[in-house]
């Protein structure tokens, strides 16, 4: 009766370790995942709040003009707007262009800049693209096509959000 009680004994303090040693390899793992999981569900809950309108657009010689409105609910860093990607160019035949802090007003062939700051986009002077705010996006490039012809525009944020327009040149 004695050598079945330490038989216990010894199963049962063998049992106790293991699950100790499996608790201490098993928790560690169980937390990175759900930080994982929370990252990605956060970055999900962005982009899917995330959403913008091309809403007028203007071409005529090397110049492209494009104005869009945030209608989504969730505000976009001035940041993400300076490191989006623009391809602009004809329909089929488009370039992506380089962002310029330089403004609008002195673009090259290639680049593209965004007038966001001026008071009449920014409307409450956040540096954030609120909803119901608009950008206004200028590229210039030397792909933009003849007169009547169309105009290939994408705009896209760091998050993966982008949105297409084809236009006339007028």
């Known amino acids: 009766m004695s050598s079945e009680t330490i038989t216990t004994a010894l199963l049962l303090i063998t049992a106790v370790v293991a699950a100790g040693v499996l608790i201490s390899a098993v928790y560690p793992v169980v937390y990175t995942m759900a930080g994982s999981f929370s990252s990605t569900t956060h970055a999900s809950d962005v982009r899917m709040r995330t959403d913008f309108k091309v809403i007028s657009t203007v071409a005529s010689g090397s110049t492209a003009r494009v104005w869009m409105k945030n209608v989504g609910s969730e505000a976009v860093p001035y940041a993400e707007i300076q490191r989006s990607d623009v391809f602009c160019g004809a329909a089929g035949d488009f370039e992506r262009l380089s962002y310029s802090a330089a403004g609008p007003a002195s673009l090259s062939s290639g ?43 994408q705009f896209s944020l760091p998050s993966g959000v982008w949105r297409t327009g084809e236009f006339t040149v007028s």
Not at 129 to 141: L, P
């Open 111 to 153: 680049e593209w800049s965004e007038d966001f700051l001026d008071p009449a986009y920014d409307l409450n002077g956040n540096r954030q693209w609120d909803t119901g705010e608009t950008v206004k996006i200028t590229a210039e490039t030397d792909l933009i096509p003849a007169f009547g012809q169309q105009v290939y525009f």
